[in-house]
Structure formats: structure tokens, C-alpha cells
């Protein structure tokens, strides 16, 4: 297997090293011993990233992220993840203009959970993710569906 050079989107320092370490942790008991992806990450201020979020200004804060992939990008990255949630409120704005394809954080957190058989879950974050539709909106079951493991607050 060749791994595939991802590409961190970072927002927040937290989110970025935890994905990073995660990637290198797994990548070992995948890969074997010392072995984990090429990863390349990239962030701009939180700060840059929190004036627009103050301002509900979910287009800049797409504009941010794509900035962020164009230079993924340039540096060889195969494809993109975002490690942080509030921020996936954007991805609408950056998804059809992006020169990477993304990994969406509600889809692979929605795909486990339902491979590990939950029924319902819990998340916790900023109050701009638990006010947003990010998981909600972005799974592809229906409420009416048994397996759909987000129900309204």
C-alpha cells in the first residue's frame, strides 16, 4: 500500500496536532513500524479564522480554507481534511471550487458510528457547531430512518 499525502486544514492548533498525531499513530499500526503518510498542514491564525466566525461570516471563513487548500495543494497533498468542526459550516462555499477533494468530519464520524452500531450519540463542541446544521444537514440518512444517528436536540 502507498499512502497518499494528506493535507491538514487546520483551524485551531488543538484540532491540527491531535489529527496529526492520530494520522502518525494509525499510520504505524497500518504501515508498520515508523511508517504513517506524508502530511502536510497548513493554518492561518485562529484569530483570522475567529473575526470572520464573530461575524458569522461563514463565506470568509470558506475563503480561509480554500486559501489553505490552493497551498495544500502546491505541495503535493492528494486530498483534505479538516479537523475541526465548527469550521465545516464553510465547506459549502469551498467544496466546488476546491482543487482537492475534502474528507467531511460528519460523514466519517456518521459512517462509524454506524458500523460500531449506534443508534444515537452525542456531540459536544463550540456553540456555533451545536447551533449549526453541519451534522444534521451533511448525513445522508433521513430522520425516518432507523439508522439515523442524529435526532433534534
Known amino acids: 500500500m502507498t499512502p497518499r499525502h494528506i493535507g491538514i486544514v487546520a483551524c485551531s492548533a488543538e484540532g491540527a496536532a491531535l489529527c496529526y498525531r492520530t494520522i502518525c499513530v494509525e499510520g504505524t499500526a497500518i ?77 466519517e464520524v456518521a459512517s462509524e458510528a454506524v458500523a460500531c452500531g449506534f443508534k444515537r450519540f452525542a456531540i459536544t463542541g463550540t456553540r456555533w457547531l451545536v447551533d449549526s446544521e453541519v451534522y444534521p444537514r451533511t448525513v445522508c440518512w433521513r430522520e425516518t430512518d432507523s439508522n439515523f444517528p442524529f435526532r433534534a436536540r
Open 31 to 107: 504501515l508498520g513500524p515508523h511508517a504513517h503518510p506524508e502530511v502536510t498542514v497548513h493554518t492561518f491564525s485562529l484569530a483570522d479564522y475567529m473575526a470572520c466566525i464573530y461575524r458569522d461570516d461563514w463565506a470568509s471563513v470558506g475563503e480561509l480554507m480554500l486559501a489553505s487548500a490552493n497551498k495544500l495543494k502546491a505541495v503535493g497533498a492528494d486530498f483534505l481534511i479538516c479537523p475541526d468542526n465548527t469550521i465545516h459550516q464553510a465547506l459549502p462555499y469551498v467544496v466546488q471550487r476546491s482543487p482537492l477533494p475534502w474528507l467531511h468530519i460528519a460523514k
